[in-house]
Nanobody, 113 residues
Framework: QVRLVESGGGLVQAGESLRLSCAVF????????IYWYQQAPGKQREWVAG???????YYADSVKGRFTISRDNAKNTVSLQMSSLEPEDTGVYYC???????WGQGTQVTVSS
């Protein structure tokens, strides 16, 4: 059974960076399409970045040029490097695959102004 576990969140100031990690258990990260999602306070969960099995990456307009998604096959993880963070990036971040699995606990990112 495939399971994804998020980590790396924290409290930072605007303009700073964070790196989130999505550990893949029960499968190879390279064989899964993985997306990162943000759930901002009071809002629905929305995707922000994704990577397919061929390594093609996808970004929501709001994070293009600031976030980078990458995969480490040796560590079986998918990371989200978040730079130039803005208060609007605050929320719980989740990773999930396609087809979707049950949602994990996510990791909290808080950006203060």
């Amino acid at each position: 059974q495939v399971r994804l576990v998020e980590s790396g969140g924290g409290l930072v100031q605007a303009g700073e960076s964070l790196r989130l990690s999505c550990a893949v258990f029960g499968s190879s990260a390279s064989r899964n399409v993985i997306y990162w999602y943000q759930q901002a306070p009071g809002k629905q969960r929305e995707w922000v970045a994704g990577i397919n099995t061929g390594g093609t990456t996808y970004y929501a307009d709001s994070v293009k040029g600031r976030f980078t998604i990458s995969r480490d096959n040796a560590k079986n993880t998918v990371s989200l490097q978040m730079s130039s963070l803005e208060p609007e990036d605050t929320g719980v971040y989740y990773c999930n695959s396609l087809p979707r699995l049950p949602w994990g606990q996510g990791t909290q990112v808080t950006v203060s102004s």
